[in-house]
């Protein structure tokens, strides 16, 4: 009974001590029955973080590793209802290649050695597979110790990494292929026994072959590295026609009279 005066709790009893009498004893039960408030308050705010988790909860038997308990995401990454996730156990959502791993980390957390395990593949009820990030609490339910499993979903994270290293790896098979050609256009460029050379848009020398400082009289090429191609042609015009299509059309082709040293 509750004394809205008293605002106190009592337990009530009411015995005949003799013919004709009545008595009644009142308990005041008032902290116990606080206490008891208290830890109902903290299960319904238990079981609020526990179902409305973005985190998939087991509750499993350390010993055993039968579930004990599951929240509403679990289910739907499992696929299963929470009822018979209740009569699984650890090796019912594994894959047999990955169990004796799984369930090495299995006792690693039940020994509290282990916080969180990265990428651990977990299996479905219709067989198929979902990566997961998998952390790990000791609690005491009832009195009894268990271990609480928590398992983030990343499947799709995986799936974007995978997309990213194929893009990667195809990114670099290009980019050698690309140093292949080049290396092959060079060997092209040096190796011609036409006299090849490469100048810049305000018409100065940048690079130029064998075969053009043999043509022109070059022993090495620092000797043309950084001059003007006008330093190579006899006639001005000529330069200034040739520069005049390259920056304008990106080629030239004709005739000119060269320069030797």
């Not at 590793?65 to 009569?87: A, K, Q, V």
Request: proline share 4%; with cysteine.
């Amino acid at each position: 009974a509750h004394s809205v005066l008293l605002d106190r709790h009592f337990l009530v009893s009411v015995f005949r001590p003799g013919p004709g009498q009545f008595a009644t004893v009142f308990t005041d039960i008032t902290v116990r029955r606080q206490a008891e408030d208290a830890v109902r308050r903290s299960e319904r705010k238990w079981r609020t973080l526990f179902e409305e988790s973005t985190d998939g909860y087991l509750l499993a038997d350390p010993q055993s590793t039968r579930f004990l308990d599951c929240n509403r995401l679990m289910c739907r990454l499992l696929g299963y209802s929470r009822e018979e996730i209740i009569t699984l156990r650890v090796a019912d959502i594994h894959r047999p290649e990955d169990l004796p791993g799984v369930l090495a980390l299995f006792e690693r957390q039940a020994r509290g050695d282990t916080a969180v395990e990265p990428e651990i593949p977990v299996r479905r009820k219709d067989g198929s597979v979902f990566w997961a990030d998998i952390g790990s609490t000791l609690i005491t339910v009832d009195g009894r110790p268990c271990l609480l499993g928590m398992f983030r979903d990343i499947t799709e994270r995986r799936r974007m990494e995978d997309e990213v290293r194929v893009l990667n790896r195809d990114l670099e098979r290009r980019v050698s292929e690309r140093t292949a050609s080049l290396q092959i256009k060079n060997s092209v460029f040096d190796e011609s026994i036409t006299g090849n050379s490469i100048a810049d848009t305000g018409g100065i020398m940048t690079e130029c072959n064998a075969a053009f400082l043999q043509i022109w009289g070059y022993p090495d090429k620092a000797e043309v590295i950084g001059k003007p191609i006008a330093a190579f042609l006899q006639n001005s015009a000529d330069v200034e026609r040739i520069i005049t299509a390259l920056n304008g059309e990106g080629k030239w082709k004709g005739d000119y009279a060269a320069r030797r040293k």
